[in-house]
C-alpha cells in the first residue's frame, strides 16, 4: 500500500492496538517499554490475556511510529485490510485528499486510493478503529463511501444504474446546449441567427445549476477541506462565462435605470458554460464506461461462483446456499455445471474446463483421487467431490484476491504523478488568475480576458493524470488474469518489465517433476535387493525420487522393510537403519563424503548422467563401508520447455538453469533445451545465493521455481515466479504465480508485463503534454472555452482508452497466430 501524510493522534488520543507473539508476562513488559520510549505516549497498558495494547497519548504520535515500536520489540501489531467504495472522485487530487483524510484517522498505517477502480485499501491496527469511523473520515473530506461488500451482481447492478443515470443528463445537456452551440457553427456558412439572450439564459441555466450541481458539489468540498480537485476548476470556469453573460444580459436593464437609455451588446458566452459542462459529462460517462471494462477480469472471475450446490446428506440430497457448505461435505456435480467448491473426486470421472482459471483451452481428464477447483465447469460426467476449501480459502476466492490486489495497488512511478497531482490544481488557479489580469492590463478588455481565463480553468485536466496509471495496471492485470498469469502487485509488474535474466529451476518448472526410475546397477548383480532396501530407506518419504523407487517395489511385489532412524541430508541424500545395518542413499557429494569407493560404477554413472539421469547412490556406512548399487532416474522435459527458453531469448533476456544434480544430468537437459548456461550441484540453501549474486552484477533477476526450498531463492530474486503446481509457500513468495505449469508462460508475464508499462509510460506522456501544451495555448486566447472544454473531455477518454488497448494482447503460449496489439 501507498503511505498518504503521516498519520497523527491528538492530545490524550486512547488507542487500542492488537499484538500477536506474546507469550508470557515478560513480554508485555518488553512491549509497555518499546511504547513508552516513543515521545508522546503517556501511558501503556498491555494485556497478555486480550492480546491488546491501550496507549494514551500526550501529545500526536504517527500510528507508523508505534507500529514500529512494537515491530522492533519483536512483536508484531495485528493488522487487517478493510476495502471502501469511494463515491464522487473525480480526478488525481480527489485521490490525494482522500488518503490525507484516511491516513489522518487514528489506527489507520496505510492508504491506497485508485481513482479507476474507485477503492480504497486501508490497513488498520486490528480493533483500532471502526469501519464507520473510517466512512465518516471520508465523508468529511467531501466524498461518500461504503464497505466494499457487495455482491458482484449488485455491484454492476449500482454501476448500470449510475451509468444511466449520467447518460440522461448527458442527452439533456444536448438538448439544451444545441440551441445555444449551433448558430455558432452555422455562422460559418454565412447564417446571422442567434438566439435571444433571454432565451440563451433560460436553457443555459438549468445545465450551469440543475446538471452541474455536481461540480458545485465537489467544489465546495475542495474548498472547506482547503484544496482544489477538477470539479473546482469546472465549477469556477463555468461559472465565469455563465455570470458575465448574466452581467452583459442585464448591463442594458441597469443602464437603462441609471441613465434612461442603454442596448443589448449582444456578446454572451452561456454557450461557453452550457456546452463545457455537458461535454464534461459527457467525458465523465465515457470514462466510466471504459473503465468498468478495465474490471471485466474481476467479474468474470466472479461470475464463477454459484450460489447453490446439491449436497449428499444422510436424508439424500438436497440444495443448499454454497456459502453453507463445510469442509468435509460431499457435493454432487452434474454435466455442465460449475464445480462450486474445490474438492477431491470420490466417484465419477470427467473433463474439466478450467480454462477460465488457469487460461488452459483444453478440458483437463480428471478422475478419482484427482484434485477439482471451484468455478471450473464440468464436462460431461457426474461426479461426487468431497469439499475441501470453501468461501475466502478457495483457489478462486484467492485468485481473484490477487487479482483485486494487483488492480489496486500503486506502481511506484504513481509517486511522481501524486506529487504533481497535489499542486496541480492550485497552479492552474495561479495560471488563469495571471491569465485575467495580464490580458485585462495589455488589452483592456474584460470580457476577453474572462474568457481566457475560463478556457484555462476548463482545459486543465487532472484527471487524464490520475487515470494514466491505474487504467493501464487494471486492463494488464486483468488480461494476464485470463491467460492463468496472477501478477502480485503493481510493483512487481513494474520490475518484471526490466528482467534481464531468467532463472529456471530444473525439477518441477522445466521438467515434468515426475521422476521414473529409469535404471538400477547392483554391485552384486542383486537389482531387485537393491530395489528393496532403497525403497526401505526412503519409506515414507514424499520426495519425486522416493515416490519412483517406491512405485518400482509396487510393480514388481517387493516386500518393503520397516526403517528406523531414518534422517533427511539437506541437499546430499537420506540415511536409515535397516535390518541391522545404516544405510545410505544420495548423491556423488554423499558418497564422497563417506569415503565409499564407486568402483566399476564410476564410468556407468557418467554414461547415465550424460544421457540426462540423476543418479542415486546407496551403500552401508561403518567401519568398512561398502557400495551396494546406483539407480538412475528420469523426468521428462516439459513440452513447452525449450520454447519458453526460445521467447526469452528473443526478447535479448538471459536464461539459467539451477539444479542440484549432477552436473552431467544438468548438461544433457540443458542441451535439449537449447540452454548455454545452467549452475549443476546447487544445494537448496545456496539457491538464494546464486540469486543475489547474479543480481550483483547488476542483472535484473527473475526466478522461477515451484517447490518450498525455491522459496528462499524467490524471495532473492527481483522478481519471483512460481508455478501454481507447486507449494503455497512459493505463491506466497512470488510476485507472479502461473496458474498452470507451463514454462512458456514466463515470456508471457514479461511480455505482458513490457505491455502495460509502455501504456503506462504513453498514457502519462499525454497526459503531461496534454496540459503542457493546452494550459499555454488557452493562455495565450488561442482556445474558446469550448474547445479547451471538449479537449479537456477527450484526455480523460483517451487515456483509459488507450489502456483497454491491452484487453487484445494475447500470449504466445496460446496464441498461434501471434495476434498482437501493436503499441
Known amino acids: 500500500m501507498t503511505a498518504a501524510a503521516p498519520n497523527t493522534h491528538s492530545t490524550h488520543q486512547k488507542l487500542r492496538f492488537g499484538i500477536e507473539g506474546m507469550s508470557c508476562a515478560s513480554c508485555v513488559s518488553h512491549i509497555e517499554k518499546a511504547l513508552n520510549a516513543v515521545d508522546g505516549v503517556a501511558s501503556v497498558s498491555v494485556n497478555l490475556a486480550t492480546e491488546t495494547a491501550q496507549i494514551t497519548l500526550a501529545k500526536a504520535v504517527p500510528s507508523e511510529q508505534l507500529s514500529a515500536a512494537v515491530e522492533n520489540a519483536g512483536y508484531h501489531v495485528s493488522t487487517s485490510t478493510v476495502r471502501l467504495n469511494i463515491d464522487g472522485m473525480s480526478c488525481a487530487s480527489c485521490v490525494g485528499r482522500i488518503e490525507k483524510a484516511l491516513q489522518a484517522t487514528p489506527g489507520v498505517l496505510a492508504v491506497s486510493v485508485n481513482l479507476a477502480t474507485e477503492i480504497a485499501n486501508i490497513e488498520i491496527a486490528k480493533d483500532a478503529i471502526s469501519s464507520a469511523e473510517l466512512i465518516a473520515a471520508v465523508s468529511n473530506a467531501g466524498y461518500q463511501a461504503s464497505l466494499?461488500?457487495?455482491?458482484?451482481?449488485?455491484?454492476?447492478?449500482?454501476?448500470?444504474?449510475?451509468?444511466?443515470?449520467?447518460?440522461?443528463?448527458?442527452?439533456?445537456?444536448?438538448?439544451?446546449?444545441?440551441?445555444?452551440?449551433?448558430?455558432?457553427?452555422?455562422?460559418?456558412?454565412?447564417?446571422?441567427?442567434?438566439?435571444?439572450?433571454?432565451?440563451?439564459?433560460?436553457?443555459?441555466?438549468?445545465?450551469?445549476?440543475?446538471?452541474?450541481?455536481?461540480?458545485?458539489?465537489?467544489?465546495?468540498?475542495?474548498?472547506?477541506?482547503?484544496?482544489?480537485?477538477?470539479?473546482?476548476?469546472?465549477?469556477?470556469?463555468?461559472?465565469?462565462?455563465?455570470?458575465?453573460?448574466?452581467?452583459?444580459?442585464?448591463?442594458?436593464?441597469?443602464?437603462?435605470?441609471?441613465?434612461?437609455?442603454?442596448?443589448?451588446?449582444?456578446?454572451?458566452?452561456?454557450?461557453?458554460?452550457?456546452?463545457?459542462?455537458?461535454?464534461?459529462?459527457?467525458?465523465?460517462?465515457?470514462?466510466?464506461?471504459?473503465?468498468?471494462?478495465?474490471?471485466?477480469?474481476?467479474?468474470?472471475?466472479?461470475?464463477?461462483?454459484?450460489?447453490?450446490?446439491?449436497?449428499?446428506?444422510?436424508?439424500?440430497?438436497?440444495?443448499?446456499?454454497?456459502?453453507?457448505?463445510?469442509?468435509?461435505?460431499?457435493?454432487?456435480?452434474?454435466?455442465?455445471?460449475?464445480?462450486?467448491v474445490d474438492g477431491v473426486i470420490k466417484e465419477g470421472a470427467s473433463h474439466i474446463d478450467e480454462s477460465m482459471l488457469t487460461g488452459e483451452n483444453l478440458p483437463v481428464s480428471k478422475d478419482v483421487g484427482d484434485k477439482v477447483t471451484g468455478g471450473a465447469i464440468n464436462a460431461d460426467g457426474v461426479l461426487l467431490i468431497e469439499t475441501t476449501a470453501i468461501g475466502s480459502e478457495s483457489t478462486l476466492s484467492r485468485i481473484i484476491r490477487m487479482v483485486e490486489n494487483a488492480q489496486a495497488a500503486k506502481a511506484p512511478i504513481q509517486r511522481l504523478v501524486d506529487q504533481v497531482s497535489a499542486v496541480f490544481v492550485p497552479v492552474v488557479l495561479i495560471i488563469a488568475l495571471a491569465t485575467l489580469v495580464t490580458w485585462w492590463i495589455y488589452n483592456g478588455d474584460i470580457q476577453g480576458a474572462i474568457i481566457n481565463a475560463v478556457a484555462v480553468l476548463v482545459i486543465a485536466c487532472p484527471c487524464a493524470l490520475g487515470l494514466a496509471t491505474p487504467t493501464a495496471i487494471m486492463a494488464g492485470t486483468g488480461v494476464a488474469a485470463k491467460y492463468g498469469i496472477l501478477i502480485k502487485d503493481a510493483e512487481a509488474l513494474e520490475i518484471a518489465h526490466k528482467t534481464t535474466t531468467v532463472i529456471f529451476d530444473k525439477t518441477g518448472t522445466l521438467t515434468v517433476g515426475k521422476p521414473s526410475l529409469t535404471a538400477t546397477k547392483a554391485v552384486n548383480g542383486d537389482e531387485r535387493e537393491l530395489i528393496r532396501l532403497a525403497a526401505a530407506v526412503q519409506s515414507g518419504s514424499d520426495h519425486p525420487l522416493a515416490k519412483a523407487v517406491m512405485a518400482r517395489a509396487e510393480e514388481q511385489n517387493i516386500s518393503v522393510d520397516q526403517a528406523s532412524n531414518a534422517k533427511a541430508l539437506a541437499g546430499r541424500g537420506v540415511s536409515a537403519h535397516v535390518n541391522g545395518q545404516q544405510l545410505s542413499l544420495g548423491n556423488t557429494r554423499l558418497m564422497k563424503e563417506l569415503n565409499i569407493d564407486l568402483g566399476d560404477l564410476a564410468q556407468t554413472a557418467e554414461d547415465l548422467e550424460a544421457q540426462g539421469n540423476t543418479l542415486s547412490w546407496l551403500a552401508v556406512e561403518g567401519a568398512s563401508p561398502q557400495l551396494i548399487g546406483l539407480l538412475a532416474f528420469g523426468d521428462e522435459i516439459k513440452a513447452s520447455a525449450a520454447q519458453a527458453i526460445a521467447q526469452l531469448r528473443e526478447k535479448g533476456i538471459e536464461t539459467i538453469m539451477l539444479t542440484g544434480d549432477n552436473q552431467g544430468s544438468a548438461s544433457a537437459v540443458a542441451k535439449k533445451l537449447g540452454l548455454s548456461d545452467f549452475i549443476a550441484n546447487v544445494l537448496p540453501d545456496d539457491k538464494a545465493k546464486k540469486v543475489s549474486q547474479l543480481r550483483s552484477e547488476g542483472r535484473v533477476v527473475a526466478m522461477v521455481g515451484d517447490g518450498i526450498n525455491d522459496a528462499p531463492a524467490l524471495a532473492a530474486a527481483d522478481i519471483g515466479i512460481a508455478m501454481a503446481t507447486g507449494t503455497d509457500v512459493a505463491m506466497h513468495t512470488a510476485g507472479i504465480t502461473l496458474m498452470r505449469g507451463d514454462p512458456a508462460l514466463v515470456a508471457d508475464a514479461i511480455a505482458i508485463s513490457q505491455r502495460s508499462y509502455r501504456k503506462i509510460k504513453q498514457n502519462l506522456f499525454w497526459a503531461f503534454i496534454y496540459n503542457a501544451i493546452g494550459i499555454p495555448l488557452a493562455a495565450f486566447g488561442l482556445l474558446s472555452p469550448v474547445i479547451a472544454g471538449a479537449a479537456m473531455a477527450f484526455s480523460s477518454v483517451s487515456v483509459v482508452s488507450n489502456a483497454l488497448l491491452l484487453k487484445r494482447w494475447r500470449p504466445d503460449s496460446v496464441s498461434s497466430n501471434n495476434e498482437k496489439e501493436g503499441a
Open 148 to 340: 466494499d461488500t457487495e455482491h458482484a451482481k449488485v455491484k454492476s447492478d449500482t454501476q448500470n444504474s449510475a451509468s444511466n443515470k449520467e447518460a440522461r443528463a448527458v442527452i439533456i445537456g444536448a438538448i439544451l446546449s444545441a440551441p445555444l452551440f449551433l448558430p455558432m457553427v452555422f455562422s460559418v456558412f454565412g447564417s446571422q441567427w442567434m438566439a435571444p439572450g433571454w432565451l440563451q439564459f433560460l436553457l443555459a441555466t438549468p445545465v450551469q445549476f440543475w446538471l452541474g450541481a455536481r461540480f458545485y458539489r465537489a467544489g465546495w468540498a475542495a474548498i472547506k477541506a482547503k484544496t482544489g480537485n477538477m470539479d473546482l476548476l469546472v465549477a469556477l470556469g463555468t461559472s465565469a462565462a455563465y455570470g458575465l453573460s448574466v452581467f452583459e444580459l442585464m448591463r442594458p436593464y441597469f443602464a437603462e435605470q441609471a441613465h434612461g437609455g442603454g442596448h443589448a451588446s449582444g456578446h454572451y458566452y452561456f454557450e461557453a458554460s452550457a456546452v463545457v459542462i455537458t461535454l464534461v459529462l459527457l467525458g465523465k460517462w465515457l470514462e466510466g464506461r471504459a473503465k468498468r471494462q478495465t474490471t471485466a477480469a474481476i467479474q468474470a472471475l466472479q461470475s464463477l461462483r454459484p450460489a447453490t450446490a446439491r449436497v449428499r446428506g444422510e436424508n439424500g440430497d438436497k440444495e443448499v446456499a454454497v456459502e453453507n457448505i463445510r469442509s468435509g461435505d460431499l457435493v454432487i456435480v452434474k454435466p455442465g455445471e460449475q464445480i462450486p
